[in-house]
């Protein structure tokens, strides 16, 4: 592990801004246990030729662990002091006045999806795969390389300093679209129900570098108006919850203040997008339907911090073009039927 003091001063300046918080923000009859989910390669070797190993420790460990340490600060002796970092988002997106724990709840889970589709063993699609299938029929699209010049596309119309995620994801008809998130954005959660991975399985979404508190003997607590289900205490929500459109661009200019936002609403509603906007070839007589239920399949953060060190200040479509053949594209292949099986009961 590289020392802080051989770092560029662009991780260096988040290694200091770390705070000792982390480790000490629990009352002292409870223990930690520290849960961290390893991602599927060796963060000092990096992931040539996308991220290099200081690159990478700026968007894995430094940035991640500086995402969760203001966290644990924020919900220090708040009721949500004990929750895991989804159950967080889930309970904070009920309350605009918590819009800040909302915040760094969103962008621990985004990073670390984006991360979790990364790979030392990248694959390419399979020809003959749903997925690709689906690209194929797609009039706009067509083809790989297709899809991949509108995401790019997406992605070059964003502000040079944009913190935001571009996501590429599915709805339960097999339509495929490309959606931003912004500041506080998220589609892996809608109504507080999961809508990323493992949501189709009922298993709890873990957060890269997450920390749960627990008593000896006691599994984690799952909040109030949710049940654990008997495979691994996973937290589930009625079917309601995800009736309501999961498509959510917040743009940066749209954003409410907390105190200018009625207590009813969710966070999660807010810059709801018109699917048809976003959707590739979506057939009219689905449009019904069309939003209720997605499932992103992978995305790409682009925040500065996670291309500046190997690509400077002015490098990131590089960083994007390069982003293509980091990721684990069987993985996206998986996740796009298992969706699909999840929805359809295909």
């Given at each position: ?8 001063s ?33 963060v ?62 969103s ?13 030392d ?24 390389p ?8 997406h ?16 709805d ?45 003997g ?129």
């Amino acid at each position: 592990m590289a020392s802080i003091r051989t770092l560029p001063s662009f991780s260096r300046q988040l290694a200091r801004s770390r705070s000792p918080a982390v480790a000490s923000f629990l009352p002292s009859q409870r223990r930690l246990v520290h849960h961290r989910v390893p991602p599927a390669f060796d963060v000092e070797k990096g992931l040539r030729p996308f991220l290099g190993p200081e690159n990478l420790r700026t968007v894995a460990v430094d940035w991640q662990d500086g995402v969760l340490a203001r966290l644990n600060e924020l919900t220090r002796g708040t009721e949500y002091e004990n929750m895991s970092v989804l159950q967080t988002l889930k309970q904070s997106a009920m309350n605009p006045a918590h819009a800040l724990i909302f915040n760094y709840a969103s962008e621990a889970l985004n990073n670390s999806f984006f991360l979790s589709n990364l790979s030392d063993k990248p694959t390419q699609p399979t020809p003959n795969s749903n997925f690709s299938q689906q690209i194929a029929a797609t009039a706009s699209l067509g083809s790989f390389p297709a899809l991949i010049s509108h995401f790019s596309a997406h992605v070059s119309g964003l502000h040079p300093s944009s913190g935001a995620y571009v996501w590429l994801v599915t709805d339960p008809h097999g339509n495929l679209g490309v959606v931003g998130t912004y500041a506080g954005g998220t589609v892996l959660v809608r109504e507080r129900a999961q809508m990323g991975p493992g949501g189709y399985a009922s298993k709890d979404l873990r957060v890269l570098g997450e920390k749960v508190e627990v008593k000896d003997g006691e599994a984690p607590p799952v909040p109030a108006g949710e049940t654990a289900s008997a495979a691994g205490g996973a937290a589930t929500t009625g079917a309601a919850a995800a009736a309501g459109s999961a498509w959510q661009t917040v743009q940066p200019g749209s954003q409410r203040q907390a105190s200018q936002t009625p207590v009813g609403d969710s966070l999660l509603k807010d810059g709801a997008l018109d699917p048809s906007k976003i959707l590739f070839g979506a057939k009219q007589h689905h449009a019904s339907s069309i939003g209720q239920s997605i499932h992103p399949l992978v995305c790409i953060s682009t925040h500065p911090h996670c291309y500046f060190e190997d690509y400077g200040l002015w490098g990131r479509d590089e960083y994007v073009q390069k982003w293509w053949g980091a990721v684990d594209w069987h993985k996206v292949e998986q996740a796009y039927d298992q969706f699909r099986i999840k929805q359809q009961g295909i």
